[in-house]
């Protein structure tokens, strides 16, 4: 590949049926790249939960990925209300989700146990009040 690609995305925290829209696109980039099925599918589950957890959570926000030759690393971030207790919210299960989200199918609680699972590399700062970035690499080598 050789060049850094860069791709930027404002994720909608007021449609749920926007959900998941960038994560689409970056799949179908990567497939035009030439990446195999199953970086493309740990990309998108990755992106996937992280999306639904900004409008679930944060009304929105921004995700950014980058590829280079060596990985792929995705940027989510958010101005919401934070994340008080990081490793009680990776718990499978665990979920702050309100009962009418719940009642759409979402709020299980395996956001972030996915985006983890799925991913080389995660790290979430999360400030009370100010918000929450996490940061997923995916290798590629």
């Known amino acids: 590949m050789g060049e850094v690609l860069k791709f930027h995305f404002d994720v909608d925290g007021e449609n749920f049926s926007s ?30 939960e992280g999306e639904i957890n900004m409008v679930i959570h944060a009304d929105g926000g921004t995700a950014d990925v980058t590829v280079d030759d060596n990985e792929i690393t995705i940027v989510l971030k958010d101005r919401g209300p934070g994340i008080p207790d990081v490793s009680l919210a990776m718990q499978e299960g665990y979920s702050t989700a309100c009962d009418n989200i ?7 609680g395996m956001g972030l146990p996915n985006m983890k ?9 999360s400030e009370v ?13």
């Open 19 to 48: 959900a998941g829209e960038a994560s689409v696109v970056v799949k179908k980039k990567l497939r035009q790249l030439g990446f195999s099925p199953d970086i493309m599918r740990r990309v998108s589950i990755a992106m996937y």
């Open 102 to 108: 719940r009642s759409l199918g979402f709020g299980a």
């Open 117 to 125: 699972k799925y991913t080389d590399f995660m790290q979430i700062d």
């Open 129 to 141: 009040g100010v918000g929450t970035t996490v940061t997923m690499k995916i290798k590629l080598n």
